[in-house]
């Protein structure tokens, strides 16, 4: 669709806003509305759910067909079914004679359900038959009856969990899901918010007789970063206590806060900045505070990565150590059996400073000064087969020659050891 088209639409039906996500929600609308496919309109109360339905509903060709909103939270779950699909009379205490229901009546138009997640499931089913067949049937009758009605529902809730959760069925989800339409919340929709004011405000004007309110930069700064949880309709509301109220028609950021709730005002969780009091946000947006988080990750890695390197190498043993000890919190270990259980909880478990050869001796106040004594070290053998035939020699030591003994102690069977004695020249031990 033209930009034209969608404003010509936004005329039509009262929208405000040039928000993106607003246009192309419209533009969706528009485009499914000659069809007969069923819609699922979701965004939060007071966004103006019930627009959308009115313009899927008036683009379509039902639209000389009756089209009736219907809340499903606001009847009782007792007689949505008479409501929705009619009743015989006699079929329940009350019913003194035959009504017909909303599908039975606007038989060729559309049925707005707004709040579907409130519906109860006995009325989900009787509606999955109404999608799947057009067909239908009245509380206390037999006899199924056709109806052509299309059907767009609303809800203000995650429909998924509720199916999660067992109250929603799952294939009326689908079934109702066909084309999805998504209505942003007002605080997404930026200079839309001060559009809307200015509408609302010069309407209360008119109808009170005054001029109408207007606010200062700052004050229009201050209610474009309000979270408005109740949206388009939280919004009227206060511009229409600001018209009655207030006798200067201008308006600061300090005469409009006290219609912004401060418990409302914040956005998105924030983290607190350097020198901001406890409990203040410091006005990180979302991306800020994950970029924040890896930057604190990538630096612990990088003290880890120097601290195994010195550690590793030798080299700076007592600096090493020190920097493990202020880092103890990286290496704590509170597990069954645990260095942290053995010493009774009291401390991290630090692991013991390098040694370090052939390194000059330090020397403390409290010892005297020792004399190193120079020593020759032999070269260590890393042979797997010495290795092994040192084990077996003492092994056998160990078990006085008993060959069994030392097999079961070496972890294999004793015909290996006999191989291993022959291998190594070992027989006469």
Do not use: W
């Amino acid at each position: 669709m033209t930009p034209s088209e969608i404003q010509s639409i936004k005329l039509r039906f009262g929208i405000i806003g040039n928000a993106p996500a607003l246009n192309y929600a419209i533009q969706v609308a528009a485009q499914v509305a000659p069809t007969d496919m069923t819609v699922l309109i979701t965004g939060e109360s007071g966004s103006g759910k019930e627009s959308f339905s009115k313009i899927i509903h008036a683009l379509s060709p039902r639209k000389h067909g009756q089209f009736i909103a219907i809340n499903c939270g606001a009847i009782p779950e007792g007689t949505i079914d008479s409501e929705l699909f009619g009743h015989e009379k006699g079929s329940f205490t009350g019913a003194n004679e035959a009504r017909k229901g909303y599908f039975e009546v606007t038989n060729g138009g559309t049925i707005f359900l707004d709040e579907i997640g409130e519906m109860p499931l006995g009325t989900q089913a009787r509606l999955l038959r109404v999608l799947e067949n057009g067909e239908f049937i009245r509380v206390g009758s037999s006899k199924v009856q056709k109806t052509d009605v299309r059907v767009v529902a609303a809800t203000n809730v995650n429909l998924l969990d509720r199916v999660q959760a067992g109250t929603f069925r799952e294939d009326l989800y689908y079934r109702l899901n066909t084309v999805p339409i998504t209505v942003p919340p007002l605080r997404e929709r930026g200079e839309d918010i001060y559009l809307l004011f200015r509408k609302f405000a010069s309407d209360s004007a008119e109808r009170y007789r005054t001029r109408p309110i207007t606010l200062l930069p700052d004050a229009v700064q201050a209610l474009t970063r309000f979270r408005f949880p109740g949206n388009i309709r939280q919004l009227k509301n206060i511009a229409e206590q600001i018209s009655v109220l207030e006798t200067d028609r201008e308006l600061d950021a300090r005469r409009l806060a006290p219609y912004l709730p401060q418990d409302q005002t914040s956005r998105l969780p924030m983290l607190l900045g350097p020198g901001a009091p406890e409990g203040a946000g410091a006005g990180y947006s979302e991306r800020d505070l994950l970029y924040k988080i890896l930057f604190d990750m990538r630096r612990d890695m990088t003290d880890l990565k120097k601290m195994v390197l010195e550690l590793a190498t030798g080299q700076r043993p007592h600096e090493a150590q020190e920097l493990l000890r202020q880092n103890s919190h990286l290496f704590s270990n509170t597990g069954p059996g645990s260095a942290f259980e053995a010493s009774g909880g009291s401390e991290y478990f630090l692991p013991p400073a390098p040694t370090v050869y052939n390194a000059e001796p330090v020397a403390r106040y409290d010892e005297a000064p020792v004399e190193d004594i120079p020593h020759e070290t032999e070269d260590e053998t890393l042979s797997l087969d010495v290795k092994e035939k040192e084990m077996i020699l003492k092994a056998l030591k160990k078990h006085n020659n008993k060959r069994k003994y030392a097999a079961h102690d070496l972890g294999i069977s004793e015909r290996t050891l006999y191989r291993k004695l022959k291998q190594y020249d070992l027989e006469q031990v």
